[in-house]
């Protein structure tokens, strides 16, 4: 008889902790498939909510690849704004110094890769995913308004033509440098990608 209800209570005590083992499990098991299919999830609301649709402009643009082949990349294009840039070149020679100043203005586009390369998220609850890595990026940076021009050569240091086609790529190069040190846009186009998402009403998103 003890040796019965010995085998009674180690199998009540064997049964619980199975149990218990399986509540763990389960829900453990759904956390992972959850997560995997997060960014399928947040894939699929971007194209539809973000496609050329409402308030956002869908762009295709033309990119380098490392082997120098381009390839054409689908953008959303939420957020835009203007900046103006200045560039000085003087040099002296001889005792003669020539010096060519440019400023122009330039509109910057900002906005996110649709294929959401290098996003990461994951489920919160059913209906809610928080996106645990969004990545803005500059579209555009291009030319507004008018190229203003300050020229002053030296007495016989004269400013060249190439000078200037090469003063106008410095010009170039830092309007890009600063587009991409922006942390202000970038922070508004992650707001924007937010506020978009949550035009469903049926799913949330957040940062």
């Known amino acids: 008889m003890v040796c019965l209800t010995v085998l009674i209570l180690g199998w009540m005590v064997s049964s619980k902790i ?7 499990k389960e829900p453990t098991d759904k956390v992972v498939e959850n997560i995997k299919d997060a ?28 082997s120098g082949v381009g390839r054409v990349v689908r953008m959303y294009s939420l957020y835009e704004n203007e900046i103006q840039v200045e560039y000085v070149y003087s ?11 440019l400023k122009e203005k330039y509109k910057v586009r900002y ?13 919160i609850s059913p209906n809610e995913i928080k996106l645990d890595k ?15 021009i300050e020229e002053n050569d030296g007495l016989w240091n004269k400013i060249q033509p190439a000078e200037r086609e090469w ?24 707001n ?16």
């Open 18 to 24: 199975n149990d218990c083992l399986n509540a763990v």
């Open 134 to 148: 969004i990545c803005p990026v500059v579209i555009s940076c291009q030319r507004m308004g008018e190229l203003v």
């Open 91 to 101: 040099t002296t020679w001889g005792g003669s110094t020539k010096r060519l100043a």
């Open 192 to 207: 924007e990608v937010i506020r978009g998402l949550n035009r469903d009403k049926f799913m949330r998103f957040r940062m």
């Open 111 to 123: 906005g996110i890769d649709a294929s959401l390369e290098g996003w990461q998220a994951s489920w």
């Open 39 to 66: 960014m399928e999830t947040v894939k699929a609301k971007a194209a539809e909510i973000f496609g050329g649709i409402g308030d956002w402009e869908k762009v295709e643009i033309d990119c380098k690849t490392e």
């Open 167 to 190: 003063a106008q790529k410095e010009l170039d190069a830092q309007a890009e440098a600063r587009a991409n040190k922006n942390e202000e846009a970038f922070a508004s186009v992650k």
